[in-house]
């Protein structure tokens, strides 16, 4: 089976400008998990979605959201960008309940 | 919610065992403790997972303790390949809402020596 493909992997975009973040999971995996990381937090969840519902999420501002669809991809949005925002994004793709988590090679953003 | 402590880095000689400690004195009884790897330039690896029992498999072994609120990765014998970032994860099954918290560990960097 292929592995969850993110895109793009690398992107650099400006202060203020909004940005989408796709992720394909491995197939037949219906949850989807979005995570930031940055060398001064760490790793910290964003949000988890589920046959297309939206079913936790992290400790973020209303700026990052997401979204599933129909056929489990999922994509994240960063509206209004900030500096901070500078980070690592991972996904992630899971079989119901307790499954391991199957990660990807995340996006590296860079905001200027 | 809970939260996990590890020590921020590591060291091991090539072929000798290593354990990586994970304190998570808060855990619930519905949280599961996986532990996860990452590698420069990667997403995180799955490594093992358990409740409340020890574990084994190709990979490493988990030894939780009595009470859950410490776990320890047991890698048999380290090679130059293990050298990564070691989380420590807390998997919360909401008993009401029946979702999924993902609760990390600051990571543990593993040096391996040749």
């Known amino acids: 089976k292929a592995g969850v493909t993110q895109t793009p992997r690398y992107l650099i975009k400006t202060r203020g400008q909004q940005v989408t973040l796709s992720c394909s999971p491995i197939s037949g995996h219906r949850s989807v998990s979005w995570y930031q990381q940055t060398p001064g937090q760490g790793l910290q969840f964003l949000f988890e979605?589920?046959?297309?519902?939206?079913?936790n999420k992290g400790n973020f501002p209303g700026r990052f959201s997401g979204r599933q669809f129909s056929n489990s991809r999922s994509e994240m949005n960063v509206s209004t960008l900030e500096l901070g925002d500078s980070a690592l994004y991972l996904c992630?793709?899971?079989?119901?309940?307790?499954?391991?988590?199957?990660f990807g090679n995340g996006t590296r953003l860079t905001v200027t | 919610d809970a939260k996990t402590t590890q020590p921020n880095s590591m060291e091991s000689n090539e072929e000798e065992p290593v354990h990586l400690p994970c304190n998570h004195s808060?855990?619930?009884?519905?949280?599961?403790i996986h532990w996860y790897r990452q590698l420069p330039s990667q997403g995180p690896e799955y490594v093992i997972h358990g409740l409340t029992s020890n574990v084994n498999n190709r990979m490493a072994s988990l030894a939780i303790a009595e009470d859950r609120k410490s776990s320890t990765l047991i890698l048999h014998r380290a090679t130059l390949r293990d050298a990564a970032v070691y989380y420590c994860?807390?998997?919360?099954?909401?008993?009401?809402?029946?979702?999924?918290?993902?609760?990390f560990g600051t990571g543990t960097r593993l040096k391996v020596l040749a």
């Open positions: 992630a793709s899971s079989e119901p309940n307790n499954s391991p988590l199957h």
């Open positions: 808060t855990i619930s009884g519905t949280d599961y």
């Open positions: 979605y589920f046959s297309e519902t939206q079913r």
């Open positions: 994860i807390l998997r919360d099954v909401g008993i009401t809402s029946g979702t999924y918290k993902y609760i």
